[in-house]
Structures are given as structure tokens and as C-alpha cells.
């Protein structure tokens, strides 16, 4: 059903912190040989195995299309639903439904407007007619609430810590290929409706060369309400260091919406990683795909991890950081196992396991 109101916070909505408990989780299966090499086989063994890390502790549904339907079935295992679904790309995340919940028990999601993380102005492939239908498509098959948001907003450029406050970055949801026709104050109130937050931080720039204009969930993530963990680049040399310590500062000098200080924990920085010629040469360059050259710079990021109920699937980038990182999650998270998934194809693609994950929370029970 579409709700074509924002009553959100009326109908006592609420969009659940990812580490609240969820019913399952949504994915994409990748394809497109002009994003993912070698005919996206390998990227295709690397959702795999995060599908399988997640599906430890819930469901897991990957949509897939038609012609990809035989393959992704043989190659997930039997426990992990796959359903057809048309998408232009495999970013869950970002055109997937924003899910929220209320205390009667129900399950309702945004669905917010897409353009391919900046549409004719800088964005990523011109035809996102197949993604832009995800969310609903999700919606109904969940039969969830739909709430039809009308700005351009990825789900990987939000967090919230599911009590009332939301972070995000100037660099991605004040950039003029999103919504130029609004000002910072009318995108809070959108925000504020659909999503039914009070508090909303702020932070100036993401991760250097995402190309996403600066996602937060490459940044940054709740491990819980007033503690942050923050991709941290101690190279003062390196332009990631500014940036992290710009956030770093802005964030824990930040009350939450519960009148919190937050605390922000470090993550490692992997890297700095950039493509090798080998990875380069394997992808399928047309018009309309973004270049992929040899010694482009990755945006990679261990604090683009999922929290799933009972595990922490985080992506192993960089062999002398990747022990340390999970470390820190392991400290973070005592009562979840930290599962490394390798995760350098899923960068290639411009982005990590978060981006490619959609939680569904879990609906209180009111019986
Ligand atoms: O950061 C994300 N949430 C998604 C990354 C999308 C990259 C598109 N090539």
C-alpha cells in the first residue's frame, strides 16, 4: 500500500538503528559488465559470500533479473532466497526502501526519488528507470507501508541511530545534482517527516574519490546510539586525513537527539588503495560507463560494514589493516562474531558490503 502522506512520526513511525534486530535482508545480484569486471564473475563470488556471512544470523533475499536468474541460483545455496527483479545496478542500499517500524507492530519504508547518484550532472549511468522501481517492488513483497518521498536520496547517504538523530555529508545531500531546487532547511524537514528524526549531523565531506559524492555510510556508521566508528587516515600527507579529522571533530563535539556526546572510535584506514592495470583492462568500457582507470584511487573503507543480528560482515581490503579493524569491531560489538569477507571486487564497483545490503528490521511483535 502507498501512503501518499508523510505521517510518518502521526502513524508513530520510526526508521530502527542497524543494530536493532532485523527480519531479514535485501540484495542485489550484480551484472553490468561495464561496473564489474571480467563479466562481473568475481564481484559475483564476492556477494556470494557476503550473502552467506549474513544469512548466519537472518534471511537473505538477493533479486536478480531473468537472465541472470540460473546462475545466481546455482551459485547461492539453497537457504538464501533469490527472487526476479529488474535493477540497473546492485546497490541495495542506495534504491532499496528506507524500512521504518512503529510500536503497533507495522513495517512501512521511504521511497525516495533516484538518479544514479547525481543524474545528468555527474552521474553514474544514464538509464535508472529498472532502479528507481526497486523500493516499491521490495515494498510490496514485504508489505510494507510505502511512503513516497519526493527527494533525491540514496540510503547509503544516511545513518540514524533509530532514537531520533541522522548523520550525513554537505558533499553528497546539499549537492546541486540531488535536489537544486531545495535549500539545506527544506532537505531537513524532508528528513524530519520521512524519517521521523529531531537531530541532524552534519558533516562536511566523505570518503576522498567516492563516487558517490560522499556517502556517510563510507565514512562513518552508529555501533550504537552515541557511538560512532569513523574511517580514520592517520597520514597527515594523505587528503583523506583532513577530512577524517574534520569529522572526527564534528562529531564529537555532537549532542544526539537524547542529549548524548557522541563517542567516535577510529577505524583504520586501508590503503591507500588504487586499480592495478590487470583490474583495469577487465572491464567492459562503453559511452555511458564510468571510467575505470589503471592507478585511480579506491574508496575504500572499513567502516562500510553490515551489522547483522548476531554478526559484523566487514570487508577485508588491505592484509596489514584488516586484522586491526577487526579488532576494533570485535571490542565494539562483544556479542556479535566479526566475520572479514574479501572485498576488493565489491570496491572496484564503487562501493562495499553496507552499499550492497538493505535491513529489514523486525516488526515488534504486539500479541
Ligand atoms: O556508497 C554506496 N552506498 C553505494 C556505492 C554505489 C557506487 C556505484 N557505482
Redo the contacts with the bound molecule.
Keep these: 500500500m502507498t501512503d501518499n502522506t508523510n505521517n510518518v512520526a502521526e502513524e508513530g513511525f520510526r526508521m530502527p538503528g542497524e543494530f536493532e534486530p532485523h527480519d531479514g535482508c535485501w540484495m542485489l545480484w550484480p551484472e553490468r559488465k561495464d561496473?564489474w569486471r571480467l563479466n562481473a564473475a568475481p564481484a559475483q563470488k564476492a556477494f556470494v559470500e557476503v550473502a552467506c556471512a549474513i544469512s548466519k544470523s537472518e534471511e537473505v533475499t538477493v533479486a536478480v533479473s531473468d537472465q541472470q536468474y540460473d546462475n545466481a541460483r546455482t551459485m547461492l545455496p539453497e537457504h538464501i532466497k533469490v527472487v526476479e527483479m529488474s535493477s540497473n545496478?546492485a546497490?541495495m542500499?542506495?534504491i532499496g526502501p528506507s524500512f521504518l517500524t512503529n510500536d503497533s507492530g507495522e513495517l512501512a519504508a521511504v521511497d525516495w526519488d533516484f538518479n544514479a547518484?547525481g543524474g545528468e550532472d555527474g552521474g553514474?549511468y544514464p538509464d535508472w528507470s529498472k532502479d528507481s522501481r526497486v523500493a516499491q517492488k521490495v515494498c510490496e513483497i514485504t508489505d510494507a507501508t510505502r511512503f513516497d518521498a519526493p527527494l533525491v536520496l540514496?540510503?547509503?547517504s544516511i545513518h540514524v541511530d533509530g532514537q531520533g538523530t541522522l548523520i550525513t555529508t554537505k558533499e553528497c545531500l546539499l549537492n546541486r545534482n540531488r535536489n537544486p531546487d531545495l535549500n539545506q532547511h527544506q532537505i531537513e524537514q524532508l528528513l524530519r517527516d520521512y524519517l521521523n528524526v529531531e537531530r541532524i549531523i552534519w558533516l562536511d565531506q566523505g570518503t576522498v574519490e567516492?563516487?558517490?559524492d560522499g556517502?556517510i555510510?563510507?565514512l562513518c556508521c552508529f555501533i550504537k546510539p552515541g557511538v560512532v566508528a569513523l574511517h580514520y587516515c592517520e597520514d597527515p600527507n594523505d587528503p583523506q586525513h583532513a577530512i577524517s579529522e574534520d569529522a572526527y571533530r564534528i562529531l564529537s563535539n555532537s549532542t544526539d537527539a537524547r542529549g548524548r556526546q557522541l563517542k567516535v572510535v577510529k577505524l583504520p584506514h586501508p590503503g591507500p588503495l588504487f586499480i592495478s592495470k590487470e583490474e583495469a583492462t577487465g572491464i567492459d568500457d562503453n559511452e555511458d560507463s564510468?571510467p575505470r582507470e589503471e592507478g585511480q584511487r579506491l574508496a575504500g573503507s572499513y567502516a562500510?560494514f553490515y551489522i547483522a543480528n548476531k554478526h559484523i560482515v566487514f570487508p577485508k581490503l588491505d592484509p596489514e589493516k584488516d586484522d586491526k579493524a577487526a579488532a576494533i569491531l570485535a571490542e565494539q560489538f562483544p556479542d556479535r562474531e566479526i566475520i572479514g569477507v574479501p572485498a576488493r571486487e565489491i570496491l572496484l564497483?564503487?562501493?562495499n558490503i553496507?552499499?550492497i545490503t538493505q535491513q529489514q528490521p523486525t516488526v515488534k511483535n504486539t500479541k
Design positions: 561496473v545496478d546497490w542500499r542506495d547518484w553514474l540514496e540510503g547509503g567516492d563516487e558517490t556517502h555510510d563510507n564510468q562500510n564497483g564503487g562501493g553496507h552499499c
